[in-house]
C-alpha cells in the first residue's frame, strides 16, 4: 500500500529538547516536504526536497532543519524547539518536483511544545 | 507569488443542501488545482485535481469543481451534502515554476453539516 508514513504522531515535549520528526514514503517519489498546519493560517510549508540530498527552504523554515541522505526518508529536525513550534506538521511526497504531480501526505504529527 | 484565497471560512449548511465553497488564486501561468478534505483528527485527503482539460472536474464523494480561468476561480461544489462531509476543506495551487513544486493553501473552510 503507498504510504507516507510519520513518526510520532503525538508528541509533547520542553522548550529547547532537540527532536525529530521522521518521515518515510514507500512510493520511490523524488519530491518530498513538510508543512506545518495552524488555525486561520491553512498549511505552510517549511522545507522541501527534490531528490537525495537537494533540500531547500519553504515559507517557514526558521527554527527547522532537514536533510535527505535516502530517497525514502524525510526527517525533520527541530534543533531547540520553542512553544511557537505547536503545530500540526505534514510530511509529503510526490513522484517529482514540478506541477503536475499529485502529492500525497503522511497523517500528520502533532507536537507541542511546553 | 502565488496565493490562494479561500472567503469562506466556516459554512454551516442542512443535511441535503447544496454546497458551493470559493477559491480564487493569484498566479499569472500555468497551474495546477487542487482540492483536500481533513475529516476530524484525520490527514488531508485529494478530492479532486485539476490539470488540464475539461475545466469541470469530478471527483470523490460526489464533490466537483470547475476550473473558470478568466477568474482564476476553483470552486467546489455538491448537490446535495450529507452529515458525513463535516470536515475542512483545503483548495490548493500548485504552480508550474519549472523546478520546485510547492502546494500553495489556501486557509480552509469548516464545513459543518447538521442533521
Known amino acids: 500500500e503507498a504510504q507516507v508514513t510519520q513518526n510520532p504522531r503525538y508528541l509533547i515535549t520542553v522548550t529547547g529538547k532537540k527532536l525529530t520528526v521522521t518521515c518515510s514514503q514507500n512510493?520511490?517519489?523524488?519530491?518530498m516536504s513538510w508543512y506545518r498546519q495552524d488555525p486561520g493560517l491553512g498549511l505552510r510549508q517549511i522545507y522541501y526536497?527534490?531528490?537525495?540530498?537537494?533540500?531547500d527552504k519553504g515559507d517557514v523554515p526558521e527554527g527547522y532543519k532537514v536533510s535527505r541522505k535516502e530517497k525514502r526518508n524525510f526527517p525533520l529536525i527541530l534543533e531547540s524547539p520553542s512553544p511557537n513550534q505547536t503545530s500540526l506538521y505534514f510530511c509529503?511526497?510526490?513522484?517529482?518536483?514540478?506541477?503536475?504531480?499529485?502529492?500525497?501526505f503522511g497523517e500528520g504529527s502533532w507536537l507541542t511544545v511546553v | 507569488a502565488q496565493s490562494v484565497s479561500q472567503h469562506n471560512h466556516h459554512v454551516i449548511l442542512s443535511e441535503a443542501a447544496s454546497l458551493e465553497l470559493g477559491c480564487n488564486y493569484s498566479?499569472?501561468?500555468?497551474?495546477?488545482l487542487f482540492w483536500y478534505v481533513q475529516y476530524p483528527g484525520q490527514h488531508l485527503q485529494l478530492l479532486l485535481k485539476?490539470?488540464?482539460?475539461?475545466?469541470l472536474v469530478k471527483g470523490i464523494k460526489g464533490f466537483e469543481a470547475e476550473f473558470i480561468k478568466s477568474k482564476f476561480s476553483f470552486n467546489l461544489r455538491k448537490p446535495s451534502v450529507q452529515w458525513s462531509d463535516t470536515a475542512e476543506y483545503f483548495c490548493?495551487?500548485?504552480?508550474?515554476?519549472?523546478?520546485?513544486?510547492?502546494?500553495?493553501f489556501g486557509t480552509g473552510t469548516r464545513l459543518q453539516v447538521t442533521l
Open positions: 509529503a511526497s510526490s513522484y517529482r518536483g514540478g506541477a503536475g504531480n499529485t502529492i500525497y
Open positions: 512510493m520511490n517519489h523524488e519530491y
Open positions: 526536497s527534490m531528490n537525495v540530498e537537494v533540500t
Open positions: 498566479y499569472g501561468g500555468t497551474v495546477n
Open positions: 485539476y490539470f488540464s482539460g475539461d475545466p
Open positions: 490548493a495551487v500548485n504552480a508550474n515554476t519549472g523546478t520546485a513544486s510547492k502546494l500553495t
